[in-house]
């Protein structure tokens, strides 16, 4: 199984930007759906948006719908999460998974997740 690895992670003040990318470790993602959790220290796993191996097809958890945009580039193997407007309780471990299922909007619907990147919104 192909293990995600997502970068771009970092500390942002409220309001801010940031741009996640998830790639395969080695060889390619299957043409599956995709998807963003994140994870609080103490929280549980948050689904945080998912997507269709066409791209056409998108889920946004309430909380982040309208700020962020979750999109992929299937001949880079790709898959981004735009982060827009950052609050400080979007601080977590955001990590990318595939899910084969024809659903993909909650945790329980995605393949293995990854490490994660961590991101950091200061207030």
């Known amino acids: 199984q192909v293990q995600p690895v997502e970068s771009g992670g970092g500390l942002v003040q409220a309001g801010g930007s940031l741009r996640l990318s998830c790639a395969p470790s080695?060889?390619?993602?299957?043409?599956?759906?995709m998807g963003w959790s994140r994870q609080a220290p103490g929280k549980g796993r948050e689904f945080v948006a998912g997507?269709?191996?066409?791209?056409?097809?998108?889920y946004y958890a309430d909380s982040v719908k309208g700020r962020f945009t979750i999109s992929r580039d299937n001949a880079k193997n790709t898959v981004y999460l735009q982060m827009d407007s950052l609050k400080p309780e979007d601080t977590a471990r955001y990590s990318c998974?595939?899910?084969?299922?024809?659903?993909?909007?909650?945790?329980?619907?995605?393949?293995?997740w990854g490490q994660g990147t961590q991101v950091t919104v200061s207030s």
């Open positions: 997507i269709s191996w066409s791209g056409g097809t998108t």
């Open positions: 998974a595939e899910s084969a299922r024809h659903h993909y909007n909650e945790v329980a619907d995605f393949e293995t």
């Open positions: 080695g060889g390619t993602f299957n043409s599956y759906a």
